[in-house]
């Protein structure tokens, strides 16, 4: 039986919570990792009643300009909905990774919530 992504102690994981240091991800590029990681799953939270998009970038937040910068991936949460992937050995090419949270795919405006929940990697 595959244990749960969260209780893999192989990965290393961003936390954004009330409880955390990083409170959740909003319009401002949060840093992750500065160097190349390999991109190992998410559970997020979207506690907006509008689906809202987490733009990851595989690059050091100081590379990116948001809403110019194209991100490398783009996920949709829907309106107070959690989603949760884990993926099997999956590189991702940069040098780099951070991450933010908008109202559109590629746009600049912060959630009305920060977008919570855990970003999985490893180095």
Do not use: C, H
Not at 58 to 70: D, N
Request: aromatic share 8%; net charge neutral; charged share 15%.
């Amino acid at each position: 039986m595959q244990e749960s992504i969260v209780g893999q102690d192989r990965f290393r994981r961003f936390t954004m919570n009330a409880l955390q240091t990083v409170l959740g991800l909003t319009n401002t590029v949060q840093a992750i990792s500065s160097v190349k990681i390999a991109f190992k799953g998410y559970i997020l939270n979207n506690a907006d009643s509008s689906s809202r998009w987490v733009q990851i970038f595989f690059r050091p937040s100081t590379e990116v300009t948001l809403g110019t910068t194209a991100p490398d991936l783009t996920l949709q949460i829907g309106p107070t909905s959690t989603v949760a992937l884990d993926f099997e050995n999956v590189f991702m090419e940069g040098t780099g990774f951070s991450a933010a949270a908008t109202t559109t795919e590629t746009g600049t405006t912060a959630p009305t919530n920060r977008i919570t929940g855990t970003i999985l990697y490893s180095i």
